[in-house]
Antibody, heavy 118, light 106 residues
Framework: EVQLVQSGAEVKKPGESLKISCKGS????????IGWVRQMPGKGLEWMGL????????TYSPSFQGQVTISADKSISTAYLQWSSLKASDTAMYYC???????????WGQGTLVTVSS | SYELTQPLSVSVALGQTARITCGGN??????VHWYQQKPGQAPVLVIY???NRPSGIPERFSGSNSGNTATLTISRAQDGDEADYYC?????????FGGGTKLTVL
């Protein structure tokens, strides 16, 4: 069974850094793209970017390019999403998502709630 | 970036057929995928590549795509179908989501 298990909820202050994780299991982690999707409170889904763990090739949505960094450690089947300086507007639920070769998402993590507040 | 337009809300009577549209320029030339999201839960894929159902998704869910509009059709709507629905395409090396449609079952 394919599983994506994300790290727990975070509460941070503006300006702090953060790295959240997503561990894949039940499939070959290096052969599927893993992406991240943001959902702000009461809003829709926003695609942030994705990475191919096999060679760490990545692509970002223009809206998120330069705002976050997506990485992966294939030795432990884990993908990451990180911020160097959080803003209150980064408060949201973040989902990791396995992308099928047809570029649709066939498996989702449970979500990580990030709250940024002073 | 490629824009996908969905109605904010759709209502359907219990047992009737709901149709949720997703508009985009020549969307018929793209593969369209649909997700269902219930409150407090992660999204779930319900249709991929226009009209294919993943394992475990009821036959009541179907999709079509032509011209400038893709459509998710839910037959014999049930209370459990009440959720937000999102369409999605791949365009210019990025994923685009529609704004989402809230389906209410009356």
């Amino acid at each position: 069974e394919v599983q994506l298990v994300q790290s727990g909820a975070e509460v941070k202050k503006p300006g702090e850094s953060l790295k959240i994780s997503c561990k894949g299991s039940g499939y070959s982690f290096t052969t599927y793209w893993i992406g991240w999707v943001r959902q702000m409170p009461g809003k829709g889904l926003e695609w942030m970017g994705l990475i191919y763990p096999g060679d760490s090739d990545s692509t970002y949505s223009p809206s998120f390019q330069g705002q976050v960094t997506i990485s992966a450690d294939k030795s432990i089947s884990t993908a990451y999403l990180q911020w160097s300086s959080l803003k209150a507007s980064d408060t949201a639920m973040y989902y990791c998502a396995r992308h099928n070769s047809g570029y649709y998402i066939d498996s989702w993590g449970q979500g990580t709630l990030v709250t940024v507040s002073s | 970036s490629y824009e996908l337009t969905q109605p904010l809300s759709v209502s359907v009577a219990l047992g009737q057929t709901a149709r949720i549209t997703c508009g985009g320029n020549n969307i018929g030339r793209k593969n369209v995928h649909w997700y269902q999201q219930k409150p407090g839960q992660a999204p779930v894929l319900v249709i991929y590549r226009d009209n294919n159902r993943p394992s475990g998704i009821p036959e009541r869910f179907s999709g079509s795509n032509s011209g400038n509009t893709a459509t998710l059709t839910i037959s014999r709507a049930q209370d459990g179908d009440e959720a937000d629905y999102y369409c999605q395409v791949w365009d210019s090396s990025t994923v685009a989501f529609g704004g989402g449609t809230k389906l209410t079952v009356l």
